[in-house]
C-alpha cells in the first residue's frame, strides 16, 4: 500500500516560501507548540474539524447527517465537536451549505500531491521556482516528506525545493532527504534552552545539532527568526542567534519575521485560548534595529523574507 | 469655475536641460507638469463650437451631395476652430477650447444632449459643465434644425419594436446606436511617410482610374472630391495653428519661447502636408491626424495603435543627426501623454453608465513582434514606459504587447511600472494575437503588425474595420432558457420557447434550451447591427477616416461602406463565468447529485431566493466553480463559449464582413446584471454578473495560478480579444525578485494561450469593499510578512489592522 500523508493545505502561487513562483505543500503534525504559533490548526497529527462562527446559518444540517452523533449545538450556540466521537468522515463538512465546516488535513498519496503541485509547473519554470514544503512540522511526517521530494525530484523531474522546518527530527530523516532539498528555511526561535522550552514545549538541543550538521553537509541554509515582542527579541538573544548562525559553514542569511496577530482568529474558530492576547504586532522600527544589530556579525538579514 | 488663464506664453524653465542626469532618474518636466496641473483643474467642459459649425454648413448644403457636404464640413469646422496655444506646449492642437472637453455632434445624435442639458454638469457619472451661453446658443440655433435629421433619430425610426425590447431589458446592448461606431485605427504611419499631399495624390490616381461605364461612377467621384477636401481640411488646421503660433512668437518677450514657437510654427507648415522628418515633426503630424479623426465623428476608441513602431525611424532620425536628446525626446512623448489626456467625449447619461469613466480607449501599443516576426521592442517604447511613469495619467491606455521572444528586460521594466498602481501597462500575448488574426483572415504580416484597440479588441492598423457593436448578456439567454423565454424580472415573453424547466429531464435539455435562446438573440443581435451600419453607411460618410485607412481610396467606398481593407464584426459576450458556474450547480445538484429539485429551484429564482437561503448557499459553496482548474466547471466555461462562438460565427453583416466573438465587458457587466434575474450560481437578481472571462468575483478561491489554467482554457484565439482582471497586495511586487515573480505568472499564462491580463494593485478603497461586500471578494489574498489569509475570513478589527498598512504599502 503506498504511504499517505496528513496534508492540510495545498497552496500555490507562494511567492514568499522561496524563489520564484512556487506551490506550497503544508504537512500536518508538529512537535513543538510556539505560543505564537499562527497555524494552530497545523498542530495536531489528525485531521481537525474546524467551524467558522461567521459562515453559520444554523441550519443545523450538519447535526442531522453526522452518523457518530459527535456534532453538538452548546446551549451559548455555535457547535461543538466531541473530539472522541468524530471519525472524521467528512460527511457534515460536504453538506454544509455555508461552508462553515471545515476538515483541516486529508490523508493523500505522493501521486496526488504531486499531480497538485505539477499544474503550476510553467510557472516553476519561467521563475525559478517550485515546490516547498512546510507545516505544521514537515520533519514530523519524515517518511512521506522523503518519498515526496524523491518523487518530484526524480521522477517529475522538478524544479527547485524548499523545506520549512524547525529542525526537531532524529539526524538519520534530515539525512535521508537532505540530498533532495535545495534550500531550508530554518527556524531558530530562541538560543537559550529554558526558554526554548517554556515558549515551544521542548529545548532546542536537536535544533541546534541539526542544523550545524545540515550546514557540514553544505546544504544551502537561511534561518528564519520569528521575532515576537518580549520573548526573543532580547538583545542577548539576538546576539546569541548572531553568533551562532555566523558559526554555521555557508550560512549567513538571516530573515525575520515580525509577529503579526494574524493567526489569533484561527484560535477562536478552533475554539482555542490565545497564549498571546496582549500583545501587539512588532513595529517596522523593532524589526529595523534587530535587523541592524544582526547585520553587525556580518550577516545578510532580511525582513519579512 | 476656474479655467487658467491661456494668455501667457513664457517659456517654462527646464529644469532638465540644465543637469546632465540620465533620462531614466527625471520625472515629468517643469512644462509637462505644467499640462498635467492645467487637465487635471480644468474641469470637462461642453462647447457649442462646432456644433454650430456643422449645423450652419448642412443648412447651406442642402441639396448638394453627402459626400460632398461631410468634407465641407469638414472644411467649416477647421475653419471657424478656435485655435489655441497653451503655455509651454511644443506640441500643439486643441479638440476644443479648454482641454477636456467635449464638441457636440449634433448631426449624429442630440437628442441626449437636449434631453439632459440641464443635468449634464451634476450627473453622478461623468459630468461635463454647460455654461449659459453654450445652452442658449444649442437650443436656439443647433437642436431645432436636427429633428429627424441625426442619426439616432433615424436609428430610433428603422430599428423595429422587438429589438428595442431585448435591448431594454438587458439581453442586447448595442453602443453606436448613440454615436458612431468609432474603432478608429488610422494608418497613421501613411499619413508620416506620405503627408497629406502623397494622400491626395493617391485619391488623384483613383480618381483618374474611375470607369465611367460603373454605375457607382458619380458617386465614387463624389467620395473621392469628399476625401480631397478632408485632406485640406487637415492641412488647413495645421495651417491655422501655425499663423497663431507666429503671431505669439512675434509677441513673445522670452527669446528661448520665441525660438520654441517658431520651431513649432515651422513644424506646422511642414506637416502634416508634406512627409515628416524629425521626431517632433512627426509626432505633431500625428496628433493633428488624431485631431482630425476626433473633430471628424464622435465614436470611442480612436486608437494610436502601434505607436512606438511607425515613431521610431524619426526618432533614430533626430537622435543620430543629433538634432534631439534623449531627454528633450522623451519629454516630447510626455507631452502627447498630456495631450491624449486632454481629450474627452460627452456620452449620453445610460452610456455614462456602461463606460464611466473620462478616457476614451486610446490604446497605445508597444512591444511586440515586427513584421517579419522579430522582436520590435525599442527605444520609443522604453520612453512611453516613462511617458507614463512620469504623467501617471489615465490616458492614453498603455498596452504591452508581449511575445514568447520579447526580451525580459522590457517585460520586467513592464511590470515595474505596473506596481505604480494606474493598472497600466495592460499586457498582451502577442502570439496569441497573431495566430487569432490569421485565423480572421489577415496575412501573417498584417497579423503580426496588429495592434489592441479599445480595451482588448484586435486590430490590423490602417487598414482596419472592427464594427464592435456591444454586448450580449450570456447570462440572461440563460435566465430565458430556464424560464421558457420568460422575462424573469418583467414576465414580458422575449425569447422563443423553450419549454417549460421543471419538464427537463437531463442537463443536455439545458444546455440545448440555452443554445436556441443563445442563437435567436445573436441573429437579432446581427439585424440591429446591419440596421444601425446601414443607417451610419447611408448618412455619415467619413472622408477622412477613409483617407487614412487602406483601401477606401483604391476601391472608392467610404470606410463607413465596407471601403476598408480588412473588415470584421464582433459581438461581445458578458457573463461567462456566471453562466459556467449557473450550469455548474445545475448539473451538480439537479441531475448528477439529485439533491435540488428543478422545480426547487426554478421557484427559488422567481422568488429571488426569498427564503431559501440554505438551498442559495448550498449552490454558492457546494458547486464547482470556474476558475479553480477544475474539470468539471471548466468544461462548461468552455462550452458556453463555444455555443457563443458558434452562433456568432454563423453570420455576417451586410457589408460582407464575418462576425466573430470577443470576450470583455467594459463595466457593462454592472448594468447588465441589474436587468438580469436571480442564476442558479446563487447570484441575487440584479447583482453584478462576471467581468470578461474572469471567474465570478470571489468564486476563484485557489489562488491566481489555477484561475488563470481555468481561464487559459478557453479558445482565446478563437476570439478577437478576451479581458482578464487580476488584483495583486502591493506586497507581493515590492522586491525585484517579485518583478521577476509577475512576469513569469504572465509568461506562464501567455504560454497555455491567454490573450490578455490586468493588474489591479489592491489598494485602500478594494480592501474597503472586501468589508462591505464581502461576498465578492472571497478570492482576496492577503499577505503580510510571510503570512497569507483570506481577507474576508479575518476579524473586523485585523482588518482595520491591515486596512491600515495599506497605507504604507502593505
Ligand atoms: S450545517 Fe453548517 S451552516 Fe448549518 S448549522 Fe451546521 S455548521 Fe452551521
Ligand atoms: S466529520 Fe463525520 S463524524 Fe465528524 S462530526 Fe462530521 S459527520 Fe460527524
Known amino acids: ?305 | 469655475m476656474t479655467v487658467i488663464s491661456l494668455k501667457a506664453h513664457r517659456a517654462v524653465p527646464d529644469e532638465s536641460a540644465s543637469q546632465s542626469v540620465p533620462s531614466e532618474v527625471q520625472g515629468a518636466s517643469a512644462r509637462v507638469r505644467l499640462g498635467m496641473e492645467r487637465n487635471r483643474c480644468t474641469p470637462p467642459e461642453l462647447h457649442v463650437e462646432r456644433a454650430v459649425s456643422v449645423t450652419h454648413c448642412y443648412r447651406e448644403t442642402e441639396g448638394l451631395s453627402l459626400f460632398t457636404r461631410r468634407g465641407r464640413m469638414l472644411q467649416r469646422i477647421v475653419s471657424e476652430h478656435s485655435v489655441q496655444i497653451q503655455q509651454g506646449e511644443l506640441i500643439v492642437g486643441m479638440k476644443t477650447l479648454t482641454p477636456r472637453g467635449s464638441p457636440v455632434f449634433p448631426e449624429i445624435n442630440c437628442s441626449w444632449v437636449e434631453r439632459d442639458l440641464d443635468r449634464l454638469a451634476t450627473r453622478s457619472s461623468t459630468p461635463f459643465f454647460v455654461s449659459d451661453r453654450t445652452k442658449q446658443i444649442l437650443r436656439a440655433e443647433v437642436f431645432p434644425y436636427w429633428k429627424d435629421r441625426q442619426i439616432s433619430d433615424r436609428i430610433t425610426a428603422a430599428v423595429p419594436a422587438d429589438i428595442w425590447r431585448a435591448d431594454e431589458r438587458g439581453l442586447i446592448y448595442n453602443y453606436f446606436r448613440s454615436r458612431t461606431i468609432g474603432h478608429i485605427n488610422a494608418g497613421y504611419d501613411k499619413v508620416l511617410t506620405k503627408g497629406m499631399a502623397g494622400i491626395v495624390a493617391d485619391v488623384e490616381g483613383s480618381l483618374s482610374r474611375l470607369d465611367k461605364q460603373d454605375r457607382d461612377c458619380v458617386h465614387k467621384r463624389q467620395f473621392l472630391e469628399s476625401v480631397i477636401l478632408a485632406c485640406e481640411a487637415g492641412v488647413s488646421l495645421a495651417g491655422r495653428y501655425a499663423a497663431e503660433t507666429l503671431r505669439l512668437a512675434a509677441a513673445e518677450p522670452d527669446p528661448l519661447r520665441q525660438a520654441e514657437l517658431e520651431r513649432t510654427a515651422a513644424i506646422l507648415n511642414r506637416v502634416p502636408a508634406k512627409p515628416a522628418v524629425t521626431f517632433q515633426e512627426a509626432l505633431q503630424s500625428f496628433w493633428m491626424t488624431h485631431l482630425m479623426i476626433n473633430l471628424e465623428t464622435d465614436g470611442h476608441a480612436f486608437g494610436p495603435g502601434r505607436f512606438d513602431q511607425y515613431l521610431y525611424p524619426y526618432y533614430r532620425h533626430s537622435i543620430d543627426s543629433g538634432e534631439i536628446t534623449q531627454s528633450h525626446a522623451q519629454e516630447l512623448v510626455d507631452l502627447i501623454w498630456v495631450k491624449f489626456d486632454e481629450i474627452t467625449l460627452a456620452k449620453d447619461s445610460g452610456e455614462a453608465q456602461t463606460s464611466s469613466s473620462y478616457p476614451e480607449f486610446q490604446n497605445l501599443n508597444i512591444g511586440g513582434l515586427t513584421r517579419a516576426g522579430h522582436d520590435a521592442v525599442n527605444e520609443v517604447s522604453y520612453l512611453c514606459l516613462d511617458a507614463l511613469e512620469h504623467t501617471m495619467l489615465p490616458q492614453p491606455g498603455l498596452s504591452a504587447q508581449i511575445a514568447s521572444l520579447t526580451p525580459p528586460k522590457f517585460l520586467l521594466r513592464c511590470c515595474e511600472v505596473l506596481r505604480l498602481g494606474t493598472g497600466m501597462p495592460a499586457m498582451f500575448n502577442a502570439d496569441s494575437m497573431v495566430l487569432g488574426m490569421v485565423n480572421r483572415g489577415k496575412t501573417l504580416g498584417d497579423a503580426r503588425a496588429s495592434s489592441l484597440n479599445g480595451c482588448v479588441a484586435t486590430f490590423c492598423g490602417g487598414k482596419d474595420r472592427m464594427a464592435s457593436s456591444g454586448y450580449f448578456n450570456l447570462a440572461k439567454a440563460l435566465e430565458l432558457a430556464l424560464n421558457n423565454g420568460v422575462d424573469r424580472l418583467t414576465g414580458e415573453v422575449l425569447g422563443p420557447q423553450t419549454g417549460d424547466p421543471r419538464d427537463f429531464t437531463c442537463f443536455e435539455e439545458v444546455v440545448a434550451a440555452f443554445k436556441v435562446q443563445v442563437e435567436h438573440f445573436v441573429a437579432l443581435k446581427v439585424r440591429y447591427d446591419n440596421t444601425v451600419r446601414d443607417i451610419y453607411a447611408r448618412y455619415c460618410p467619413v472622408p477622412f477616416t477613409s483617407a487614412v485607412i487602406d483601401d477606401c481610396i483604391a476601391n472608392a467606398v467610404d470606410w463607413h461602406s465596407g471601403g476598408s481593407h480588412y473588415k470584421i464584426a464582433t459581438m461581445s459576450g458578458v457573463a461567462v463565468g456566471t453562466v459556467a458556474d449557473a450550469l455548474s450547480a445545475i448539473r451538480k445538484h439537479v441531475f448528477d447529485n439529485h439533491t435540488v429539485g428543478m422545480a426547487e429551484l426554478i421557484d427559488a429564482l422567481d422568488c429571488n431566493w426569498k427564503g431559501q437561503e440554505i438551498l442559495r448557499q448550498t449552490l454558492v459553496n457546494k458547486t464547482p466553480h470556474y476558475g479553480n482548474d477544475d474539470a468539471f466547471a471548466d468544461e462548461l466555461a468552455v462550452r458556453v463559449q463555444d455555443i457563443f462562438c458558434t452562433a456568432v460565427e454563423s453570420h455576417r453583416d451586410t457589408q460582407g464582413a464575418q462576425y466573430w466573438v470577443d470576450l470583455l465587458p467594459t463595466t457593462s457587466h454592472i448594468a447588465l446584471g441589474e436587468l438580469t434575474g436571480a442564476t442558479p450560481d446563487g447570484r441575487q437578481a440584479m447583482a453584478w454578473l462576471s467581468e470578461g472571462v474572469s471567474p465570478v468575483q470571489g468564486h476563484d478561491w485557489k489562488g491566481p495560478t489555477a484561475s488563470n489554467r481555468s481561464v487559459a482554457k478557453l479558445d482565446h484565439a478563437r476570439t478577437n480579444g478576451t479581458l482578464l482582471n487580476i488584483k495583486i497586495s502591493p506586497q507581493t511586487v515590492k522586491s525585484d525578485r517579485d518583478l521577476h515573480n509577475l512576469a513569469a505568472l504572465i509568461r506562464a499564462y501567455f504560454a497555455q494561450g491567454g490573450f490578455h491580463m490586468q493588474f489591479n494593485i489592491i489598494d485602500r478603497k478594494i480592501l474597503l469593499d472586501a468589508m462591505d461586500r464581502p461576498e465578492l471578494h472571497r478570492d482576496l489574498l492577503i499577505r503580510v510578512a510571510g503570512y497569507s489569509d483570506y481577507f474576508v475570513l479575518l476579524s473586523k478589527e485585523i482588518q482595520q489592522e491591515i486596512l491600515s498598512r495599506a497605507e504604507h504599502g502593505l
Open chain 1, 1 to 305: 500500500m503506498q504511504r499517505k500523508g496528513l496534508v492540510f493545505d495545498i497552496r500555490s502561487y507562494a511567492i514568499h516560501d522561496g524563489p520564484g513562483l512556487r506551490t506550497t505543500v503544508f504537512l500536518k503534525g508538529c512537535p513543538l507548540h510556539c505560543v505564537w504559533c499562527c497555524n494552530p490548526e497545523s498542530q495536531t497529527d489528525s485531521p481537525d474539524l474546524l467551524w467558522l462562527a461567521e459562515h453559520c446559518l444554523n441550519c443545523d444540517l450538519c447535526r442531522s447527517v453526522c452518523p457518530r452523533g459527535a456534532l453538538n449545538t452548546p446551549p451559548q450556540g455555535g457547535k461543538s465537536v466531541a473530539l472522541e466521537l468524530c471519525d472524521h468522515c467528512g460527511a457534515c463538512v460536504n453538506q454544509c451549505p455555508g461552508d462553515a465546516l471545515n476538515l483541516m488535513g486529508r490523508w493523500l498519496t505522493v501521486e496526488e500531491v504531486l499531480a497538485e503541485v505539477m499544474k503550476d509547473a510553467l510557472c516553476f519554470e519561467n521563475s525559478g521556482g517550485g515546490l516547498t514544503l512546510s507545516g505544521g512540522e514537515p520533519m514530523a511526517q519524515a517518511a512521506f516528506a522523503t518519498d515526496l521530494l524523491r518523487s518530484y525530484k526524480r521522477e517529475e523531474k522538478g524544479l527547485h525545493t524548499v523545506m520549512e522546518t524547525c529542525g526537531v527530527a532524529e539526524w538519520a530523516s534530515f539525512q535521508r532527504l537532505a540530498e533532495d532539498v535545495d534550500l531550508f528555511l530554518y527556524d531558530i526561535k530562541h538560543m537559550d534552552p529554558v526558554e526554548h522550552l517554556r515558549l515551544t514545549g521542548r529545548d532546542n538541543r536537536l535544533i541546534l545539532d541539526n542544523a550545524s550538521a545540515l550546514a557540514q553537509m553544505g546544504r544551502e541554509i537561511v534561518i528564519r527568526l520569528p521575532l515576537i515582542p518580549g520573548k526573543n527579541d532580547s538583545e542577548a538573544n539576538l546576539i546569541a542567534t548572531a553568533e551562532f548562525v555566523r558559526k554555521l559553514p555557508g550560512v549567513n542569511r538571516i530573515d525575520i519575521l515580525p509577529y503579526h496577530r494574524l493567526g489569533e482568529p484561527k484560535y477562536r474558530r478552533l475554539g482555542l485560548p490565545y497564549a498571546l492576547a496582549g500583545i501587539s504586532s512588532l513595529g517596522n522600527e523593532c524589526a529595523e534595529s534587530a535587523q541592524q544589530l544582526l547585520q553587525r556579525f556580518g550577516l545578510e538579514v532580511r525582513i519579512g523574507g
